[in-house]
């Protein structure tokens, strides 16, 4: 297998309750990019950049040297974050695999079938979920004989018929490295949001394939948002993955 880098998104606003960083919230008594740290650590990748947010100071003094901590300033969404993370890795090759840090329910076996189903023709691969109700999701948007064309927020659906796919991005991605380069914005390009999904259809133009491997259970893709969140999460058993 070759090299695996890895960026976590880490942004969002500090959390007005407890004034930490949401990432900082704690599920079991570990913080939630305490859980996508030692998820990600498990692959052994070469290097680890978390792209954070508001409160950066306090979770780059958290994180210590298990991996790079970097500001999003401008907060033009999860495809600039990735650009900065692939601005800080320089011109490293192999695979990029993308994570949220609140995706405290992703288990080991449905990171390990992400970094191992993509062949070498693959430029993308996804997790992916079916859900009763997608609103909020990025919907995985296909072709007639299957194969993923792009991704779509609520906000770039086309169609009726794209409203109502159930299946949607469920928040970890792998990226051939040079293929993602040749496609994503640099940051300082960029001065509206851009998510990470509108890269894939960029992908596939360029004769990249975008593969998608579903999830066993929606549940992992269940985000942490809240204190609330965090404590009813912690009686999920998939949290002692």
């Keep these: 297998m070759a090299d695996i880098f890895a960026v976590i998104l880490a942004g969002g606003p500090t959390h007005r309750s407890t004034g930490l960083p949401r990432v900082l919230l704690q599920v079991n008594g570990v913080p939630l990019l305490g859980h996508a740290l030692d998820l990600i650590e498990r692959f052994g990748p070469k290097e680890v950049v978390v792209v954070a947010g508001e409160g950066s100071e306090a979770i780059r003094k958290w994180v210590g040297d298990r991996a790079r901590v970097i500001e999003q300033k401008d907060m033009f969404g999860s495809g600039h974050a990735v650009g900065l993370g692939l601005e800080a890795l320089g011109g490293r090759e192999g695979g990029l695999l993308v994570t949220y840090a609140d995706r405290v329910l992703l288990r080991e076996e449905s990171v390990r079938s992400l970094l191992e189903g993509h062949t070498p023709a693959t430029a993308a691969s996804l997790l992916s979920v079916r859900l009763e109700r997608p609103a909020g999701y990025a919907r995985i948007i296909r072709d007639e004989a299957g194969r993923v064309t792009r991704g779509s927020g609520d906000c770039d659906l086309r169609s009726s018929v794209e409203a109502n796919i159930r299946e949607v ?73």
């Design 169 to 241: 991005v469920a928040g970890a991605y792998w990226f051939d490295l040079r293929s993602l380069r040749a496609v994503l914005p640099p940051p300082s390009t960029l001065k509206d949001k851009y998510n990470v999904t509108e890269c894939l259809e960029l992908l596939v133009k360029a004769g990249g394939d975008v593969l998608a491997v579903p999830l066993d259970d929606p549940r992992e893709a269940r985000g942490v948002y809240s204190v609330e969140d965090a404590k009813s999460i912690e009686m999920e058993p998939l949290v002692c993955r």
